[in-house]
């Protein structure tokens, strides 16, 4: 099945500073969405993509698609104490399931 | 907020126990999943639905059984509890059309001792 690897596990960010996280898939993939999951909470839909090269952005946060359609990454500028948390990429190949990468967990110094 | 709802949010059971966890989706959704998650770590898929009288085993192989009588309705069920099943357990649905992005429920937290 496909596996999508995603990196950094851990993330320590100053406050203030970017930081990007990456998402590859072993297979290409028809979408990919992201997720944030807040310490002792659920994940959260944060955004699809479906078109390769495909950039959308919400206020600091920068989501890529590739043109290959096996990769992604989310940036986020100016990292502030709200962004805490765990992001999720999460894979799907032409059917309803997503298969989901191990996460980069954010931390941030005041 | 998404309307989707798991029951109880805290389980803490002996080994052999029955147990069945509860999750309920207002939505409409016919697309329904249960994840396994522990702490920190990746979500694994343990079951999923695409509707009434549709279950299929997911990615991770589990002991645990769901069933989907009703839409809005998806309980997950572990005949025979042991402490290497306890984890958190999320449940979520999604549309049959259009945007597939999936509505998490708050999650069970199960100990089994």
């Known amino acids: 099945g496909q596996q999508v690897m995603q990196i950094p596990q851990y993330q320590h960010v100053q406050e203030g500073e970017d930081f990007t996280t990456y998402c590859n898939s072993s297979?290409?993939?028809?979408?990919i969405q992201w997720y944030k999951q807040r310490p002792g909470g659920h994940p959260v839909f944060l955004i699809q993509?479906?078109?390769?090269?495909e950039v959308k952005k919400q206020k600091r946060l920068t989501f890529q698609f590739g043109e290959a359609k096996k990769n992604s990454s989310l940036h986020i500028t100016a990292t502030q104490t709200t962004d805490v948390g765990t992001y999720f990429c999460?894979?799907?190949?032409?059917?309803?399931?997503?298969?989901f990468g191990a996460g980069t967990t954010v931390t941030v110094r005041a | 907020e998404a309307d989707i709802y798991q029951t109880p949010r805290y389980l803490v059971i002996g080994t052999g126990k029955k147990i069945t966890l509860e999750c309920s989706q207002t939505?409409?959704?016919?697309?329904m999943y249960w994840y396994q998650q522990d702490p920190g770590m990746e979500l694994h898929l343990i079951h999923y639905?695409?509707?009434?009288?549709?279950?299929e085993k997911g990615d991770l192989s589990s002991e645990s059984t769901v069933s989907r009588i009703r839409t809005e309705h998806f309980p997950l069920t572990l005949e025979s509890a042991r402490p290497s099943h306890t984890s958190q357990y999320l449940c979520?649905?999604?549309?049959?059309?259009?945007?597939?992005?999936?509505?998490f429920g708050p999650g069970t937290r199960l100990t089994v001792l």
């Open positions: 979520a649905s999604s549309r049959t059309t259009g945007y597939n992005e999936q509505f």
């Open positions: 297979t290409t993939l028809s979408n």
């Open positions: 993509l479906v078109k390769s090269g």
């Open positions: 999460a894979g799907s190949s032409n059917d309803y399931k997503l298969s």
């Open positions: 939505m409409g959704h016919d697309k």
């Open positions: 639905s695409y509707g009434v009288n549709s279950t």
